[in-house]
RNA sequence: UGGGCCGUGGCGAAGCGGUUAACGCAUCGGGUUUUGAUCCCGACACUCGUAGGUUCGAUCCCUACCGGCCCAGCCA
């Protein structure tokens, strides 16, 4: 399933830099989450990129974690987010923290100072603000840029010795209020924040935001290229200004490359993490989240991650996928490599009339038609099965080929049957079916040509089980807010009917329920209540015929 | 409106001055198959946002226009 690395516009870059010799040859590259969230389908993407290109070059990549805001950021994201990049089958170089480097970044800070390209201002947040201009308007100077060097430093220690409260000095960089681009417009550097941070603990009461953070971190650790998502783009003036005057030997480039989009679902932290505290889900690892962990314990593989990313490619075109992308790279896996049950999702019961009372029979079916070296299993019938209400219709519509009062169909693995009659209850409700079966027909060859092959089990042998059938979590391909959350994105089937071969005990074995879909055990489950989540669905002309 | 970026079939995406404009998903035909699955085979952009220009020749270069995305956190 791993596919060598597509080529594509960041490769050509790379290929260049390396006929150049820009970087000696070299590749390294990171990825550098913030521990503020669960990691999502759209890092996984990010994760792909950093990984496989530092591969494809015999380079590396490093994780790292961008932890300058505090506030928001928690140790409890940590141990998740490595969790997923290993469960996604990547080794990082090296492992580091943004805040490892808390005390070079403050003495490039220092430097900077020293050189006259950075100064503190008292000024508030609204006085920047303003001063900053607008899109079209140029911004002007602070009353304080021009504040000495000596000052500066003395202001910038106390700041660093917790003098002053937050909010009260920031440090800001001496580059071009006039600027068009607005990052340039003397970004603040560093803010005062007397908040316990996660690894520091104490020792800092100011904290260097993500501009002046991130390239010397990129600069530190030897990156070459540093890969990030389009809306850096106008970052990356500030991004070479920075790495320029700070004069570190390494002068690593930035890159940006498209985030990923995917239909029905939304990408962002915040709207994510919302879905979660509002309940609309059970949590980050809700089978319906487009997170790592929701899709893991959905039932999707890592390589089949890995696959659908390197499918969707890498651009700097803004774009959305289409679900069936992802849900073909699973399928295609999972075709191969799942075993083939049957189970009935909603069962109606069937009296075989004509099949003698207290037998049973046992007949042999492949585990997995397309792959002969998966064996075989044993299934068992008798007078009593269940078939899904949907393999049945008390008046067919045209092209239904499925059992129907007086129509034979074949029974998958079995023999052939006939409906004879219909019982219902008294609100009119189809409770049972009674139906022949053909002997002869166990020899498919010698029974009746019929169109119709429906799933069946045997209801004297069976497994209860409750199957979540999970859909798209947002109505809308691209939804905006909440509303369109798709309140139909979980059905319950309370009482299935499964084939006793399946390996409950087994929470990491997929399974084909035949005609129907992939399921998984659900692995949040007890003993006693057997749970498979549906990780996706066949493929259905017939669903298509019919709508 | 200032700046940055992007526009190739329904959705993605190759293509880098001469190609029959790859490929994947989707779709539509047909075949195999007693999973309406899989598999196989075939179809699917006289045209690359539009208009000009350069060139023997442009999806690739230039100009203008049109459309879309991003930027005015002491977030990342």
Redesign the pocket.
Known sequence: MDKPT????IT?IIDNDNNTNKFSGRVHTRF?P?PNGYLHIGHAKSICLNFEIANLYNGVCNLRF?D??PE?ENIEYIEAIKKDIEWLGYEWNSMHYSSDYFEKIYKYALSLIENNFAYVDS???EV??KE?????EPGTNSKDRDRTIEENIKLFNEMKEGNFS??EY?LRLKINMLS????MRD??IY???KFEHHRTGNDWCI?P???F??CISDAIENITHSLCT???????DLYDWIIEKINHENKPQQIEF?RLALEHNMMSKRKLSELVEKKYVSGWDDPRMPTISGMRRRGFTSSSIKDFCS????????????M??LE?TI??EL?LSAK?VMGVLDPLKIIITNYPDNEKEEILAAN???DKDSGQRNISISKNIYIDRDDFMEFPEK????LSPGKEV?L?HAF?IVCDKVIKDNDGKIIELECSFDPV?RD??K?N??K??IHWVDANNCTDAIINIYDRLFKEPNPSDLESFNEKSLVIKKDAKLEKNIAINNYSARY?F??VGYFIRDNKTSNETIIYNKIVS?????K??NK
Request: positive net charge.
């Open positions: 597509n080529k594509n516009f050509n550098p913030e961008d300058t805001n928001k000024s508030s947040p920047i603000k900053r201009g607008t899109l079209t937050d909010g920031v068009p681009n607005i990052n970004p603040v803010r005062i924040k904290y935001m993500y501009d953070t991130h389009l809306e850096f783009e106008d970052h990356r498209s499918r969707i490619g890498i651009t700097k075109k803004n774009s959305s996928i289409e069936g992308v073909n399928r295609e075709n083939r997995n038609p397309n092209k239904y080929f499925r074949r998958r052939n027909s498919m060859k029974g040509k019929v119709g092959m084909q035949e005609r066949l493929k259905d002309s017939w298509k015929i």
